[in-house]
């Protein structure tokens, strides 16, 4: 029996389990909504890689590849302290700023925040743009797309083909990042079935 200066002594057996014990992380208030992202598809056991502190980047950057506007995702960060994972929404909000900028969409309207297009038609008219080219008048268009693409017959075709293939390199990459983690983990406890398993 264990005193514990209650009216009636209580009784405390010890259970033998092969279950493993709950697993506790210490978060604070920015990083327990990515736990929390985190252990709803699995939680790691103790010992392993916690793939929560790879969830701060990777989760909200994922989602600004999908979503990259900056004029939308800048609205959202101001409404951000809102929400109970106003961290989760905030990082999402820079990232998809950035990704925005990148892809050169603001509210999905062009924005030439470096100035005009690096070329420009041969002629006012710019009759012969399809077929002999267009002139480049200044230096590369320093950061994004160029907002020449943006309203021309092959826009949708290359902007498509762009973020397609940068969204299938980021994603082998997120599944790779997975894949290295549970190979440590997997050596750590010296379980060379899941090695063999995880790495063919």
Sequence with gaps: ??????????????????????????????????????????????????????????????????????????????????????????????????????DNEFFSVPFELFGPSAYACRDPTCSDASTAGLLKVSPTYPFGVDPKWHGTRSELPFLNSLKMKMSILLGVAQMDLGIILSYFNAKFFQNELNICLILL
Excluded: C
């Design 1 to 102: 029996m264990i005193d514990s200066n209650a009216p009636i002594g209580s009784i405390f057996h010890v259970l033998q389990t092969k279950e493993s014990p709950p697993t506790y992380f210490r978060t604070n208030k920015f990083t327990s909504a990515f736990q929390e992202i985190v252990d709803a598809y699995g939680v790691a056991k103790y010992q392993e890689a916690n793939p929560g502190i790879f969830t701060i980047i990777t989760f909200p950057f994922l989602f600004a590849v999908m979503f990259g506007d900056w004029g939308h995702e800048a609205r959202r960060h101001i409404t951000v302290m809102v929400f109970g994972s106003r961290y989760v929404i905030m990082m999402m909000a820079l990232f998809s700023i950035y990704t925005g900028l990148i």
